[in-house]
């Protein structure tokens, strides 16, 4: 039997330039959408997020991707309508990690999307969902030269323990008690 599907996960957030985006756990017919998703990125942006450039999200890449149990793999897309109809412009989730008690987080925003908040958003439902489900460690792996994506994650988590090793930072962090500040 599939899992529930957490709608409690549901929202609508306004960004720092007024859009409305949507953001829900992922589904599996969101494959070819995250498919679409990587075919709007820079190279940059892609590699960030994959630490490779490939021609295209490979389909069974996006069909793993978006096939999740809801408990120790998760992915909230942020989608926005356009006439064309409903468009993913970020996906934030997490996996499990080498050891049991810690899963692997992992972000990526279209990058005409970066610089609105929609990445400490993502990064505050990820984590948040996480706890929800029993999760209190998560490890992020970084490029170094990655300063956004290590500065998001210094300025909206704990930061427990940090470690580089061939040019990637390995982070093991925990979420922040939610505050004023929170996003």
Request: glycine letters at 8%; a neutral charge.
């Amino acid at each position: 039997m599939p899992p529930p599907y957490p709608k409690e996960l549901e929202r609508t957030v306004r960004l720092a330039n007024d859009a409305l985006v949507r953001l829900r756990p992922i589904r599996p017919g969101d494959a070819p959408e995250l498919i679409a998703l990587y075919g709007r990125l820079s190279t940059l942006s892609a590699y960030h997020r994959f630490f490779t450039v490939m021609k295209r999200l490979p389909p069974n890449w996006a069909q793993v991707f978006a096939n999740v149990d809801f408990q120790r793999r998760l992915a909230i897309v942020a989608e926005r309508d356009t006439p064309e109809g409903s468009e993913l412009i970020g996906v934030g989730r997490y996996e499990p990690g080498d050891d049991d008690d810690t899963v692997e987080i992992a972000f990526v925003v279209q990058d005409g999307w970066q610089g609105f908040g929609l990445g400490p958003i993502l990064l505050d439902a990820v984590l948040r969902a996480g706890e929800a489900r029993g999760i209190q460690r998560f490890r992020a792996y970084v490029l170094a030269d990655n300063d956004r994506m290590l500065r998001l994650l210094a300025r909206y988590t704990d930061v427990v323990d940090r470690r580089l090793e061939d040019g990637v930072v390995a982070l093991l962090l925990q979420a922040r008690p939610l505050t004023a500040a929170s996003p």
